[in-house]
């Protein structure tokens, strides 16, 4: 399903990305790449710009300046559906399942940028669009049971416990057969236990050859998956590396100096109870 | 046209304008305070319309009673409309909002239409009748209170905003309602008062307007649309701008009254509306964050 | 679509075949053709309020453009009823795709505002172009729907004709709702941030279901021109719009067969007496209130809900007086 080959190539590149919000720089000439195959963190206080980022490559922000490019092609003030068609899909910190629906209708959603019945297709109820209509079902179904949801089809979306709709959201953007999956702050608020079983499914998702790219607080689940480490301050780069070297990059270590809590997590989480 | 025509025109626009102006200014105060948009607007200024001619003609009340106490009654309507109808409900979402201020104005125009009836009343001047004449057109003494009870308004909300800690405590709500209940802002009284000046501007406005344009139970949706107008092309939140739009406005329609498009006259508003919206719909004053919607 | 509509469908056109002939009263007969009328509007209407959580309180305006393009098209250029109405249904088509394409980039009120005034505009357009549209006095003189050599000249055919449309636009609608359009209109208006995320292009489903519903709208228009064979415009004004999201909002806003049932209660119930005529406007505004307050999933649901509040309640208090 997912192309594995490209080992060693570079899948997003980000050039010298600028982002201000009125007098402040949210993203400062900012620039990375992200290599095929990879696990890739941001890391960085509150406030250091880690979701703007996320917001620009995604589509929903226009940079002020700089360049995004996608396997080569650039993608920078692409609006984000495009953006999505492309290959990049992602999870939201603040969550949006679509409440409406069921669990199973929230990854099938997922399937509609690999998919084209259109609207007179679908009313007429043609075989092609009923045949395509089975296999989306039957491929969210699939991804739901990859992310371990399985058995709740059929629950409405709203209904589900915070950690499980955090599963939700990474079914239903696998399911748009992501080359880049950006994951924005997927441990947030989960137990050790639950931040572990994330690992290993981040692990699984490697194994398919999807790329990602974290935004992440929890420093254990960081240094535990990553290949590599980009970390962020007031917009702009402190260090890169593995996270071998940023544990012991000096300037790394002072930025998080001063925080009371030792993982780095200053937000209230989500899903704290 | 001539040029005296032109300037009798541009008189009406003048005082219309200010009618549209003060729908707008009671549409910026609901919104600045809450981010809904109050479709019963138009409905206070029937109302005071209304309740004047009631208390004028019916009670027999003089003016300068009838003035104040119909600005009463209608305050108490907009606050009975906060209390029963926009506080109790539990997921303000905007489509619900909508219908649910519409469904408010149904309510109210039917009220009054079988309370007093489908005709037309008219309200006496508050002074001389005799128009006065300059340079070959008509101001009424009439159209002179209206301007200046519009300025009185607007002046008085301007110090009530600027000046007094309960109109800055509304503009915190504007501005960020969770941070103004931080410091001890009572957001629930803020709003329920919000509804209360916007009512009694727009019956101020209505009562002022009667005797001019005479008042009948469904003026009201056609005032909030094009008050709304006003309201739009200002800026939504602005009040200067909602009062110079409100000018603006009622001089276009009063100018398209007198030529060749006068059947049209009523769409002005709207064309004017539906262009704000898709050109520039943070309007001519208004930031760029009037043109994003602000969330309840 | 599953198989309890297939089935609910069935029963509906067995219900809609017999009804003729259970109704003795001619006036009845006049009175279903309606409620078909206002249902092809208004299942137009819950696919964009109710599935894609857009708003459009103008819709009255399409009805009214699909009825004077006819009306004039056939009795003043002397165009054939068919060829008449396929071009009025693309007229309102082309006339929604002009507005909707920069009306649907606006959000919430901004939205209802600019389709509130498209609809009044097009109102003030009908009353004031006296030479187009005949003015206040409306236009006379429309001649009978046909297809072909078949006349629809009698209320009988003309029911049947106007269910046949419905009963097609009802499958229609709900294969659309059970499918992945269905699904991307439904999470564009849970969440249209989250859904760009996943790749569904917002505004063009925006905007495919706003003239899909302004097709049906002006449909309908159509076929009430031809039924009635004079239009005034006071059919097409605020007062219809309203009525139209009444219907839509009393079933449930994102329910087809919820927003049909509004339409049939809301057509016949103001008939049942003359009372309604009066009290009109409070018993619209009263609905429109307590349902967006209380029901806003539709009174069927609502009514639902109460009975098995009503049903358990009266089980929880037998278990008290046993134990």
């Known amino acids: 399903m997912i192309d594995v080959r490209q080992e060693d190539n570079v899948l997003l590149r ?39 980022l996320f917001n620009l490559i995604s589509g929903v922000l226009n940079p002020d300046s700089g360049r995004i490019h996608l396997q080569g092609r650039q993608i ?96 239903r953007a696998l399911a748009t057969e992501p080359k880049l999956l950006l994951l924005d702050e997927p441990a947030a608020g989960l137990n050790i236990r639950e931040t572990e079983d994330l690992g290993q499914l981040l692990f699984k998702i490697r194994d398919r050859g999807i790329t990602q790219l974290l935004v992440e607080h929890d420093m254990s689940l960081v240094m535990d998956i990553s ?27 002072r930025i998080y100096l001063g925080q009371d809590d030792v993982s780095g997590r200053g937000k209230p989480a989500p899903c704290s109870k | 046209m001539s040029g005296e025509l032109i300037l009798q025109l541009l008189f009406t626009g003048i005082t219309v304008g200010c009618i549209y102006g003060l729908v707008a200014i009671g549409f910026n105060i ?31 009340l003089p003016m300068f009673v009838t003035f104040p106490a119909a600005v009463l009654i209608v305050t108490g309507v907009g606050i009975l409309l906060e209390r029963l109808i926009i506080r109790p409900v539990k997921n303000p979402n905007v489509l619900s909002m909508i219908i649910i201020t519409i469904g408010a104005s149904i309510f109210i125009k039917g009220a009054v239409m079988i309370i007093g009836g489908k005709q037309t009343f008219p309200l006496p001047h508050f002074s001389s009748e005799e128009p006065i004449r300059i340079g070959g057109a008509a101001i009424l003494p009439q159209d002179l209170w209206v301007l200046g009870i519009t300025a009185a308004i607007v002046v008085g909300l301007g110090l009530f905003f600027e000046r007094t800690l309960t109109g800055k405590a509304i503009r915190a709500c504007a501005f960020n309602r969770r941070a103004a209940s931080l410091v001890g802002i ?43 107008s006003a309201a739009v092309l200002g800026g939504l939140g602005n009040s200067t701008g909602a009062v110079v739009a409100g000018f603006v406005i009622g001089i276009l329609e009063s100018l398209s009254a007198g030529s060749p498009l006068s059947h049209y006259k009523d769409a002005v508003a709207l064309v004017v509306l539906m262009g704000v919206l898709f050109v520039r719909p943070s309007g001519l004053f208004g930031g760029a964050e009037a043109g994003r919607l602000k969330k309840f | 679509m599953g198989k309890l509509n297939g089935l609910a469908i069935l029963i509906l056109i067995a219900i809609l075949a017999i009804l003729p002939k259970l109704l003795t009263n001619p006036y009845h007969i006049s009175l279903m053709i309606f409620v078909g009328i206002y249902c092809l509007i208004t299942l137009g209407l819950s696919l964009l309020m109710g599935y894609a959580g857009q708003i459009s309180l103008g819709h009255a ?40 394409i920069p009306a649907l980039r606006l959000r919430g009120h901004y939205l209802g505002m600019a389709t509130l005034a498209f609809g009044v505009i097009v109102y003030v357009f009908f009353e004031a172009a006296v030479d187009f549209t005949g003015g206040p006095t409306g236009l006379a003189g429309i001649p009978f729907l046909k297809v072909g050599r078949f006349q629809f000249d009698s209320d009988l055919k003309f029911y049947y004709g106007v269910w046949v449309l419905v009963v097609l636009v009802l499958i229609l609608a709900l294969n659309i709702v059970h499918s992945r359009i269905g699904r991307a209109l439904r999470s564009i208006h849970s969440a249209e941030t989250a859904t760009s995320a996943m790749g569904v292009d917002a505004s063009k489903y925006k905007i495919q279901v706003f003239v ?112």
């Not at chain 1, 993203?27 to 509150?46: A, C, L, Q």
């Not at chain 3, 609502?302 to 009503?310: A, E, F, H, S, W």
């Open chain 3, 212 to 323: 899909l519903s302004a097709c049906t709208a002006s449909l309908a228009g159509g076929l009430y021109a031809h039924y009635m064979m004079y239009i005034s415009p006071t059919s097409f004004g605020f007062r219809f719009s309203i009525t139209l999201v009444t219907m839509v909002a009393m079933g449930g806003m994102s329910n087809l067969w919820g927003a049909m049932a509004g339409t049939c209660l809301l057509t016949i119930l103001p008939e049942t007496s003359s009372v309604f005529e009066d009290y009109f406007l409070l018993i619209y505004g009263g609905i429109l209130i307590v349902i967006m307050m209380f029901v806003p999933q539709g009174f069927l649901v609502g009514l639902g809900q109460l009975i098995q509040r009503l049903y358990t309640g009266s089980k929880r208090q037998k278990r008290v007086t046993v134990g």
């Open chain 3, 61 to 100: 305006a399409f009805y009214g453009i699909g009825a004077y393009a006819t009306g004039i098209l056939t009795t003043k250029w002397g165009l054939p009823v068919e060829l008449a109405m396929v071009l009025a249904v693309l007229i309102a088509a082309g006339l929604a795709l002009i507005v909707g």
């Open chain 1, 76 to 171: 920078e003030r692409k609006p984000p559906h495009v953006i999505a068609r492309r290959g990049i899909s992602r999870t939201f910190q603040t969550m949006l399942p679509f409440t409406n629906m069921s669990v199973l209708e929230n990854v099938m959603v997922g399937r509609h940028v690999r998919t084209s019945a259109g609207m007179l297709r679908v009313a007429l109820r043609t075989v092609g669009a009923r045949r395509e209509e089975r296999g989306i079902r039957q491929t969210a179904r699939h991804w739901l049971d990859f992310v371990g949801l399985g058995a709740l089809a059929d629950r409405p979306a709203g209904s589900l416990p915070c950690g499980q709709m955090k599963l939700l959201e990474i079914a």
């Open chain 1, 14 to 52: 980000v050039e010298h990305l600028q982002k201000h919000f009125g007098g402040v720089s949210a993203v400062d000439n900012v620039s990375f790449e992200v290599r095929s195959g990879r696990i890739k963190s941001i890391i960085g206080p509150n406030g250091a710009g880690k979701t703007t």
């Open chain 1, 227 to 253: 290949d590599e480490v980009f970390v962020l301050d007031y917009g702009r780069e402190v260090a890169e590396g593995s996270p071998q070297e940023i544990q012991e990059n000096p300037d790394v270590i």
């Open chain 2, 186 to 228: 009572n957001v629930s009284w803020m709003v329920l008062l919000s509804f209360a000046l916007s009512a009694a501007v727009g019956a101020a406005a209505g009562v002022a307007v009667t005797p001019i344009t005479l008042i009948s139970y469904d003026r009201g949706t056609m005032l909030a649309l094009k008050g709304f």
């Open chain 2, 30 to 60: 609901i919104y600045n305070a809450t981010g809904i948009i109050n479709f019963a607007q138009g409905e206070f200024v029937m109302l005071g319309g209304m309740c004047a001619v009631w208390l004028h003609g019916d009670v027999g």
